[in-house]
């Protein structure tokens, strides 16, 4: 068992001292998650191998009672066949690839598109001796495209991406957590991308009163505040623009991916929209 309930985790951490990699922050929620303390090995990008003694060029990783474990998804799992004892992150397998559905459409619809929207201030945050190997290995991701110019016209993207989340947000209408009732290690992946945003965010992703807040701040005030390091920046902020699409829809539909059909008055709403009629109260 891990000696006074403390892990060592290596960090990748950008020059405030806040994470920046996601996959770190889903390790840190996982750790806190089991109610176990972190001895955190700071550092940034450089160095890697030279901090863990050779053991990987890539983090997450952790040491537990002498045992190194690497990736984020081998950490959780180690730390629940471990620790069964505490509460779990994967309590059933099926959590894993659903999670990792869920994650990946995250990604692919928000986080590669918020990269090229935060890129200058995802290398000017990093460690300064940080900024040759972000410069040089992002711009060679982009097909060699200059950081500077892949940013242009984020002003533009960042509305659509906002309205592209709709998927989390009707599942968060009916669910306080992707877990049900608790947070699980679902919430923790997609937390995570949250927490990435606010690590390199110089410019608001998302409206003020974005419905996807209240699980950002609930999840974010996780473990005694885990994730209020005062180094990430606000995410919330964002303003709609003229001719810009809706940031979120204000006016969603009940439909039958989301709720129970229990009879007329349940899909009354629903038949007056198909109609044309006027839509019963309530």
């Not at 998927?167 to 306080?176: I, V, Y």
């Not at 979120?248 to 198909?274: D, H, I, V, Y």
Request: proline fraction near 7%; include cysteine; charge should be negative.
């Amino acid at each position: 068992m891990a000696a006074n309930d403390t892990i060592t985790l290596y960090d990748l951490q950008l020059a405030s001292g806040a994470t920046i990699s996601p996959f770190v922050w889903a390790t840190k929620l996982a750790v806190a998650h089991k109610g176990l303390a972190m001895d955190i090995v700071p550092g940034g990008f450089t160095g890697i191998p030279e901090r863990t003694g050779g053991k990987t060029e890539r983090l997450p990783a952790i040491v537990d009672d002498g045992e190194w474990v690497l990736d984020s998804w081998l950490i959780a799992e180690h730390l629940d066949a471990k620790y069964p004892d505490r509460p779990t992150l994967i309590p059933d397998p099926s959590i894993v690839p659903l999670t990792q559905a869920l994650e990946g459409w995250l990604w692919s619809t928000a986080v590669g598109p918020w990269m090229t929207c935060y890129l200058k201030s995802y290398r000017d945050r990093s460690v300064q001796a940080d900024h040759e190997y972000v410069t040089t290995s992002r711009e060679r991701m982009f097909g060699g495209r200059r950081i500077e110019d892949i940013i242009v016209g984020r002003e533009d993207r960042l509305p659509q991406i906002s309205a592209n989340l709709e998927l989390m947000r009707n599942t968060l209408r009916d669910h306080a957590w992707f877990g049900g009732d608790q947070p699980n290690y679902a919430d923790h992946r997609l937390l995570a991308c949250f927490l990435w945003l606010a690590s390199v965010c110089d410019t608001p992703a998302l409206a003020a009163d974005d419905p996807l807040r209240d699980w950002i701040d609930r999840g974010f005030d996780l473990y005694g505040g885990l994730g209020r390091h005062p180094g990430l920046s606000d995410i919330f902020g964002l303003e709609q623009r003229p001719g810009d699409p809706e940031l979120f829809n204000r006016n969603p539909m009940a439909n039958g991916l989301t709720k129970r059909n229990t009879g007329p008055q349940s899909t009354a709403k629903e038949t007056a929209m198909m109609k044309g009629q006027p839509q019963p109260a309530g």
